[in-house]
């Protein structure tokens, strides 16, 4: 069974900072592909960024030059700094990582619980 716990989210001004941290336990055996997306009210919910196990990375044009994500493979954690927070970033954050229990076999999507992020005007 494998778990991605999910913390950091909170209440901001505009224009602050904010940490999220998404950390997976059970049983591991790699990570692939790790990310972050959003669902605001009444919203799909969208990619915000993602890392592959290389260290790769990709992000929303929304939050470019302003939200960085970092991954500790060696914690199975994934992180994400979000600078310059604006109100439409509020929504519900989700963490997503691909994960493989043992070698030879497929990874599988796993979905942390959301962490809410309000940023006030």
């Known amino acids: 069974q494998v778990q991605l716990v999910e913390s950091g989210g909170g209440l901001v001004q505009a224009g602050g900072s904010l940490r999220l941290s998404c950390a997976a336990s059970?049983?591991?055996?790699?990570?692939?592909?790790m990310g972050w997306y959003r669902q605001a009210p009444g919203k799909q919910r969208e990619l915000v960024a993602v890392?592959?196990?290389?260290?790769?990375?990709n992000y929303a044009d929304s939050v470019k030059g302003r939200f960085t994500i970092s991954r500790d493979n060696a914690k199975n954690t994934v992180y994400l700094q979000m600078n310059s927070l604006k109100p439409e970033d509020t929504a519900v954050y989700y963490c997503?990582?691909?994960?493989?229990?043992?070698?030879?076999?497929?990874?599988?999507?796993?979905w942390g619980q959301g962490t809410q992020v309000t940023v006030s005007e």
């Open positions: 997503n990582a691909n994960i493989r229990w043992s070698v030879g076999v497929g990874a599988r999507a796993y």
């Open positions: 059970g049983s591991i055996f790699s990570i692939d592909r």
């Open positions: 890392i592959t196990s290389g260290a790769i990375t």
